[in-house]
């Protein structure tokens, strides 16, 4: 199939962003307000030859946002393909009944979550079983919601998330799912971005996933 008259839409947190690339880095270790061009969407594109590459990856997002982000976006294309690269599965999010959100939280300590609650949730409620659960979950919903809308969708996350029970949740959750568990330190992360002490992956690493993304899906 030629995708040349089909239009990208990629989901995903800082690692679709671009966060630490050099046109979207804002020292010492913040994103830049605009996602970047070097980042793995715009390689995809460039890679594929889709028409356009629109990039809707936020930093710092869970996957229970990028779901929130996908069923809620309104502007897909006639000819539409999203490609989402998922986030940490260990993110946690917890939406407020008024507005917005109520409370992030993720494994390593940062100055925008409380470190009370991140010691809190960690070592007495996350459990690898139920956080995987929750996610192929919500893969599972965004697939057949886009599928409704007649747009293909394809699914990538970290094998890390998962290193025990992908039988079951082939077998009970991923059935149809175009899904590929990817190698962080292979497939992706194999140089740095400019934002330290916790660099994001860097140019060549977002060069690398097109290219492995291109290989899984659309070869």
Not at 121 to 131: K, M
Request: proline share 4%; charged share 25%.
């Amino acid at each position: 199939m030629k995708l040349d008259n089909y239009d990208l839409f990629a989901f995903g947190c800082s690692n679709t962003f671009g966060q630490g690339l050099p046109d979207c880095f804002k020292p010492p270790n913040k994103a830049g307000k605009e996602h970047s061009n070097f980042a793995w969407p715009q390689r995809l594109k460039d890679k594929v030859g889709f028409r356009q590459c629109i990039n809707l990856g936020t930093p710092g997002i869970s996957n229970k946002e990028i779901t929130k982000k996908i069923i809620e976006y309104t502007n897909y294309s006639q000819n539409a393909i999203v490609v989402i690269l998922w986030t940490s599965f260990a993110r946690k999010t917890i939406f407020s009944d008024r507005d917005g959100i109520y409370l992030r939280l993720l494994p390593r300590y940062s100055e925008e979550q409380s470190l009370d609650k991140v010691k809190l949730y960690y070592g007495f409620y996350h459990e690898d079983f139920d956080a995987c659960f929750d996610n192929f979950i919500q893969i599972s919903l965004v697939h057949h919601f886009l599928k409704n809308k007649n747009i293909t969708s394809y699914h990538i996350y970290d094998k890390r998330d998962n290193t025990k029970d992908n039988e079951y949740f082939d077998n009970h959750l991923l059935d149809g799912v175009n899904i590929k568990a990817y190698n962080w330190y292979e497939d992706f992360h194999i140089d740095d971005a400019l934002d330290k002490p916790y660099p994001h992956p860097g140019v060549n690493s977002h060069k690398l996933l097109a290219e492995n993304i291109k290989e899984w899906f659309f070869d």
